[in-house]
């Protein structure tokens, strides 16, 4: 594995991190592709329901650990480890990221990014699907 390829994979996922712990949007959506999705909430939501979906989340600290990745040519896939720590309880989210990557004349971005959350009960699932609403259309 090529491990320039490694390194750029892990900046973009601290590009993510970092920009949506600032409330960055354009630089979130900057580190997908253009037909990129996010999976959580039992559901998969394109690239141009993103701002929407960030905007109902809670605010705070999105920490991520280092990903697991594998690379094949010009995709790839990995997982890495998510706390998120609410801004004005301390609460805290666990789970992880279940990427897949692909290498594009801008660098590598997300193609996928799906959402597992941990549970005190120990249950790994997606989200509860009334967690988020999208608009009526």
């Known amino acids: 594995m090529p491990l320039d390829d490694l390194i750029e994979i892990q900046q973009l996922?601290?590009?993510?991190?970092?920009?949506?712990?600032?409330?960055?949007?354009d630089a979130v959506l900057a580190v997908f592709t253009a037909n990129g999705t996010y999976s959580a909430f039992g559901d998969t939501y394109p690239l141009a329901?993103?701002?929407a979906l960030i905007a109902a989340a809670p605010k705070g600290l999105f920490l991520t650990g280092?990903?697991?990745?594998?690379?094949?040519?010009?995709?790839?896939?990995?997982?890495?480890p998510l706390c998120f720590?609410?801004?004005?309880?301390?609460?805290?989210r666990i789970g992880y990221y279940n990427d897949t990557y692909v290498r594009t004349a801008e660098g590598w971005r997300l193609r996928t990014r799906a959402m597992?959350?941990?549970?005190?009960?120990g249950a790994h699932?997606?989200?509860?699907p009334h967690a988020f609403e999208r608009p009526a259309s």
């Open 116 to 121: 597992t959350f941990i549970r005190r009960s």
């Open 85 to 92: 720590i609410d801004h004005a309880t301390h609460d805290m």
């Open 13 to 25: 996922l601290a590009r993510y991190a970092v920009s949506i712990t600032q409330g960055d949007i």
């Open 125 to 128: 699932d997606s989200g509860r």
């Open 66 to 80: 280092t990903a697991v990745v594998d690379i094949s040519g010009d995709v790839a896939s990995g997982t890495q």
């Open 49 to 51: 329901e993103f701002p």
